[in-house]
């Protein structure tokens, strides 16, 4: 095959995908005489079996791609336990018809209509995109379609690229720059080292020394310094806050971000703003300081300690991202569409009481004021998307159709168990799957400042906004909001009972001049809580514990309403709290992150510097779960307060 002709012959043509059928066989089962509607490729996916092409036969055991044209037939068998095979059926054409060149380019060897069939050696890079194309062409939304065919070009792009370096005997292909394109373009998504050589067929050890090899780094740099450079950009070109810029490079959590902002540049991400701003840099210090190795294209890629990846139960939409102009306009077509009626003749009862009475209740809205303005919401809502409240949900046993929650996380169980669809999205909101779960009001936690996620979020349904972080006032709302107000007022004043009999019982056991300190230690550094700080103030402010006299020193040099410092390893023998609570990871890690986070915790606990804190050799060190520690809600923090009880052994 003459690959230059053949990718002339891709560039050249316009391509229109007509279908993805994902299909198996049983032992025993066999296809017989299918003719191509299309030119199509045949993806085999698993199992072993025999696949005739216009008969010429192909035996195949695992990933196997054929490729045949229009009209060919098509005969399969299998010969396991089962052959699962996808159909991805497309049609081309000259973009520009009539130079002859190409003319007899397409009539000598088209690519499209030419059968052949081969066994890549890296194919999970393959079946990625495969993925990616398969899901967004189910959601059969015009846009998810044309999503779908620009994966279609990605998924050619990589088979041809594999297949002609199998052909020329190039087995030895550039692993690093395949795996620096890969991270350069693909920055939000979830992707761990491990992930990534897996998909390149190779080990993780092995990219590594290659990388170190060839660019003097290792996977894990390369990716710090393409997420900080692009977040550089984005905090001299933009006024984006830490959160959207944070979140917009994969981490959900802005203190994190923070701490690896400042590792890399020397300063804070709100100093470097501001210094940029004074001498109008355009540039990231890594340009001037002659060390960046990243081209400026404005991606990034998750390292091992990403606050994010792929869980195999949940329905993930994190592979489709959308801009905000795509996301209008999904939204405006399916509404005007119909697609958002929430009366239709198949939606099912959400109510035992009367279908008419439920009807006209929901036609009656009501104005309420939240942290975005004032908003005309159904005064009976039946169907709620949730995004970030799903805590205060919960507690007042609200109808809900959509929430933000993942394996692993401390609600995750419950929502499961109540039947609630769970998405996790990493980085923002899926406007998609908040659109399919067709709410009739939608309460989100959002940034004050985050302005463009409500206004989309209002194209869906009527749209409310609360604090998370301070709960309380946030339940009353939601519950007087909603028709809940009563149940709201219980769980604040159930709350209530628990804190005050939490804190008699501390005070009764320990005192009431007990020093703390709350800490997220790394290999590299530490955090160090002060009580402003809304995760973690419950210790200080509600329990009754006083702020460790070093950190209150730190805390006094500081503006008010600081949320902490990070501090070197070095400073940790100078905390002489009585007590020490500790916590690792992210609210939002997998079951690998938070495991490898206990393992980095593990190492921490053998320095020197870590056994000299007074509280290590007493004996008072406390471990917290992130996952309920760093976000609020009537069950994150009952959970907090058993967690104290327990390190006094009050439970």
């Not at 003097?216 to 810029?245: D, F």
């Not at 349904?461 to 809940?484: C, E, F, M, N």
Request: glycine share 8%; with cysteine.
């Amino acid at each position: 095959m003459n690959w230059n002709e053949h990718l002339l012959l891709w560039n050249e043509a316009t391509v229109k995908l007509l279908d993805i059928r994902y299909q198996s066989l049983v032992q025993g089962d066999e296809l017989r005489g299918y003719k191509l509607p299309s030119n199509a490729f045949l993806w085999v996916t698993y199992g072993r079996g025999r696949v005739m092409l216009d008969g010429v036969g192909y035996a195949v055991d695992g990933f196997h791609l054929l490729h045949g044209g229009k009209g060919m037939s098509l005969d399969m068998s299998s010969s396991g336990d089962r052959l699962e095979y996808a159909l991805i059926m497309y049609k081309a054409l000259l973009a520009v018809p009539g130079n002859r060149y190409l003319d007899r380019l397409l009539k000598r060897s088209s690519p499209f209509h030419i059968q052949y069939g081969f066994t890549p050696h890296t194919p999970l890079s393959l079946h990625s995109k495969f993925e990616i194309m398969e899901q967004s062409w189910r959601k059969l939304t015009l846009l998810d379609k044309l999503y779908a065919k620009g994966v279609f070009y990605q998924f050619v792009y990589e088979l041809v690229g594999q297949m002609a370096g199998q052909e020329l005997g190039e087995i030895r292909v550039d692993l690093v720059s395949r795996a620096t394109r890969y991270i350069e373009t693909s920055y939000s998504e979830a992707i761990t080292v491990e992930g990534l050589a897996e998909q390149l067929g190779c080990s993780s050890s092995y990219l590594s020394r290659l990388f170190k090899k060839q660019l003097g780094t290792t996977p894990n740099e390369y990716l710090i310094r393409v997420r900080v450079e692009h977040a550089s950009r984005l905090l001299t070109e933009t006024k984006a806050s830490l959160q959207q810029i944070s979140l917009s490079i994969g981490y959900l959590d802005v203190y994190y971000f923070s701490r690896m902002f400042k590792k890399q540049t020397g300063v804070s991400p709100l100093r470097f703003r501001s210094w940029a701003a004074e001498v109008s840099v355009q540039k990231s210090p890594f340009n001037r300081s002659g060390q960046a190795i990243v081209p400026r294209k404005g991606h990034g890629y998750n390292d091992n300690d990403s606050h994010y990846e792929k869980e195999g139960d949940l329905t993930m939409y994190k592979d489709l991202k959308l801009s905000v102009g795509a996301v209008m306009l999904l939204c405006m077509t399916l509404l005007f569409s119909g697609c958002g009626a929430s009366t239709g003749a198949n939606e099912p009862s959400v109510t035992a009481g009367s279908p008419a009475t439920v009807t006209q209740e929901q036609q009656q809205t009501k104005k309420v004021k939240h942290m975005m303005g004032e908003s005309e919401v159904p005064i009976n809502p039946q169907r709620i998307a949730v995004n970030g409240l799903e805590d205060i949900m919960l507690a007042i046993d609200a109808p809900m159709v959509h929430a933000q929650s993942m394996k692993g996380q401390y609600l995750y169980d419950t929502l499961q168990a109540k039947k609630v669809p769970s998405v996790y999205t990493p980085g923002g909101l899926n406007y998609e799957s908040i659109l399919d779960s067709k709410p009739d009001l939608i309460i989100a936690n959002l940034l004050p400042s985050d302005t463009e996620s409500y206004e989309q979020l209002s194209k869906i349904a009527p749209t409310i906004v609360y604090d998370r972080s301070d709960w309380q006032t946030s339940i009353a709302a939601i519950g007087k909001a909603i028709g809940l107000e009563d149940k709201a007022q219980s769980v604040i004043q159930d709350y209530e009972e628990k804190l005050g009999k939490a804190k008699e019982a501390i005070v009764a056991k320990i005192g009431a001049d007990r020093t703390l300190a709350f800490i997220r230690p790394t290999k590299q550094d530490v955090q160090l809580f002060f009580p402003a700080f809304s995760y973690t103030s419950i210790a200080y402010e509600d329990l009754g514990l006083i702020l460790e006299p070093m950190l209150a020193g730190l805390k006094n040099k500081e503006e008010e309403g600081t949320w902490g410092v990070e501090a070197s390893l070095e400073k940790l023998p100078e905390l002489t709290a009585d007590y020490l609570f500790v916590t690792v990871g992210g609210s939002f890690d997998s079951e690998d992150e938070a495991q490898a986070a206990l393992q980095e915790l593990n190492v921490v606990e053998e320095l020197n510097v870590w056994k000299s804190i007074p509280a290590v050799q007493q004996g008072n060190v406390y471990k917290m779960s992130s996952r309920h520690w760093m976000l609020n809600g009537p069950t994150a923090d009952s959970m907090k307060i058993d967690d104290v009880l327990a390190a006094f052994d009050l439970q």
